[in-house]
């Protein structure tokens, strides 16, 4: 029997997973498998998929994070003044645009598989680099509220589709990595922002434009170009990606339904509100929730302020912006290899827990002293707990929800729960905790930041002992005798923790 016909017959078998987390029934069907086949398509395929989705999802998301964050080049460049808005009202457009933003995450999760990622994605590029673009020819406060409003409309769905898009590609067991490396990529982008702006307002007066208006032009056309090129390349699932060949896309299926990433059965990926009620009321995810909404509003804070954090310190001009660096390479270095030993050792919540920590020595760091160099430092722990924590929280919630609209509604979940935190930390820091010592909002983080390791304690013995009760099932309860549909409730469905 060739191994393509092997895959075929044992397409409904049971979870390959690392040898290290698999139960004895996991390692007979993963045994059955011929070992020189199996070996050079693993290594194969998820480099295949490496070159080519990975890539793409990190584009989007580098790109987003431009498109969202210019605004603040295009104030430096002079365009408060050009529209003569207060920072009230500057703070107010600010804030605007994350109301639809999460107001879209949930419609977005729930129609990806129907439309098909390879078209939606690409569309809400489109869309957000025409409203991103017309930013560039505004006159009125009025018109820059409208724009942010419908950036935030036509972008807002976009971080939780590329987690549920990458979790239809890889293995439970391989996933934060790959989520990691889109997300910890596009954190490193703030310095090219501020090069990039820089040269483009240099265009001042070109077309009777001011420079910042350049700014918005320029970097929305750029986007416009790339969501036609992404039409093109992006493809819409492993079974229709034109770069693997058919024993590759088989191979890569097998592994995801034996790890539980998608459904056995089709008929249970069906649309219907009964999931989305289900990923709501699922205790795992309400927890996750609480943890996002913690770790959002202290990541989003430090994305928006670190650099006015510096700057307070006593680092001025050039020396600030260069100062405001190491914190984020810290967080990028950090999260790439906590992201590998989390993925090699299935250790979602002890990595939830250990940057947690981080975030509570570097936030009373930060509140304790009034040593303006030990007030830098702490900021290496709580810009890297902060950044390097997300990745975890969102493979936490796409590995341990099962079939894919409940996934889908989970991932879209959390994410709100993240856009409500920068909600609050747009008013949070500087507006209701003046600087330079922010101290409301430090004594905030410090109690979420020791939320958040509670939380994820409490999550982690939730599915330990999820886990203890699904193996004693297993050994009274045949797999067919199940009721249909349970999902991430099978006592087949391992949980990650």
Known sequence: MTFLNTLETRWRGQPLSS???????????????PEKDRAVLEGVVWRKLDRWVLPMCTAFYFIAFFDRSNIGNARVAGMQTTLNISDY???VALTLTYVPYLAMDLPA?????????????PAMAASWAIVATMQGIITSYTGLLLCRFFLGLAEGGLFPALVLYLSSFYPRERLQTRITTYFASASLTGAFSGLLAAAITKMNGIGGKPGWAWIFILEGLFTFVFSIFSFFVLPRSPETARFLSEEERYYIVTKLRSSKAISDDDD???FSWVEVWRAICSPHVLMLCVIVFFGGTMLFGLAFFEPTIVAGLGYAGNKAQLMSVPPFVLAFVASIISAFVSDRYGCRGLTAIFFAIWCIIGFSMFYATTSQRVQY????????GAYAGAPVALTWIANNSAPHYRRASGIAFVLVASSLGGILATWLLGFLSPAPKY???TITFIVMSI??????SLNLLYLSRMNRAKAEARLSVAKHDEPEHLGDRSAWFVYTY
């Open 451 to 456: 939320g958040q390791a509670v939380f994820a």
């Open 89 to 91: 009202q500057y703070t």
């Open 377 to 384: 430092a702490s900021l290496f722990f709580s810009v890297t």
């Open 268 to 270: 249970e990926d069906i």
């Open 19 to 33: 040898p290290e987390h698999m139960d004895p029934l996991e390692k007979l069907d993963q045994d059955d498998l």
């Open 109 to 121: 999760n729930l129609v990806l598989k129907r439309v098909g990622p390879n078209l939606l994605l």
């Open 439 to 441: 101290t409301a909002a």
